[in-house]
């Protein structure tokens, strides 16, 4: 594991420090060395956060020099991925992909740099989310939701019925935090988990690293779709950058 610890004070420089699994500080060189030993690296960010998505852009440009690289992210569902692939093959432009696509609100500050990479160096480029109304089939019911779908519905999911663990703390901690709230919630996480982790496998290059970009918590602490990669694929390679603010550090890096 790799950790990003942002400064965001405004005051002192730099504005991040990278720390390894160990807690020692650590340099972008080392980990964009480390990343290529992996299949899998999961890219844990704050969506809102201009540091992790220029590292993101910098970590894709440097593997991309050195390993065979697929892409994929979180912020783009699966529905979505003959549309992207029209985008990246220059069929569409930019104007068409926000019209047809569901593409997040900072999209064009923060995912489009990197979507443009693939499509200036003919990388593939992963659609990797559950669509959103299927999530939330989930979180107003459970995963009993999802049987009812279509046949091509179910092709963008991972396939049913999906392993699912409450007792991971990552979404035990979820629930307490919520006030005690129903297994379904986490349940509608676990949903967006297993298929980006099903994503990832599929498109598994065979002899390089898949990069994918998701929110931190869906892959801090081996868990998450780490925890379903594992599922899917017990032997692949992962290695995780996860994302904390400087306030948060202290204890984090204790518990390192």
């Known amino acids: 594991m790799i950790l990003l610890a942002l400064n965001l004070t405004g005051q002192d420089l730099p504005a991040y420090q990278l720390f390894n699994a160990k807690g020692k500080k650590t340099t972008f060189k080392k980990m964009a060395q480390l990343s290529q030993e992996h299949q899998v690296v999961l890219f844990g960010e704050y969506h809102n956060n201009p540091i992790c ?64 990479f693939a499509k200036d160096n003919q990388l593939p480029f992963i659609a990797a989310n559950i669509p959103r109304r299927y999530a939330s089939k989930v979180f107003r019911g459970d995963f009993a939701g999802l049987d009812s779908l279509t046949m091509e519905e179910k092709s963008w999911i991972a396939p049913l019925p999906i392993p699912f663990d409450v007792n991971l703390p990552g979404y035990k901690n979820m629930l307490e935090m919520m006030g005690g709230m129903p297994v379904k919630n986490a349940q509608s996480t676990s949903i967006k988990d297993a298929t980006m982790a099903h994503f990832i496998i599929k498109n598994l290059p065979l002899s390089g690293v898949f990069l994918h970009f998701n929110g931190t918590y869906h892959s801090d602490n081996y868990e998450g779709i780490s925890w379903y990669l594992k599922q899917y694929m017990p032997a692949v390679s992962i290695m995780t950058i996860a994302t904390v603010e400087q306030d948060q550090l202290k204890s984090l890096t204790k518990n390192i």
């Open 53 to 116: 998505h220029w590292m993101q852009l910098k970590l894709t440009e440097a593997l991309h020099n050195k390993t065979k690289l697929v892409l994929g992210a979180e912020m783009i569902e699966t529905d979505n991925q003959q549309i992207l692939n029209q985008y990246l093959a220059g069929k569409i432009d930019q104007k068409a992909l926000d019209s047809l696509a569901r593409l997040w609100s900072n999209y064009k500050t923060d995912y489009k740099p990197l979507v443009d």
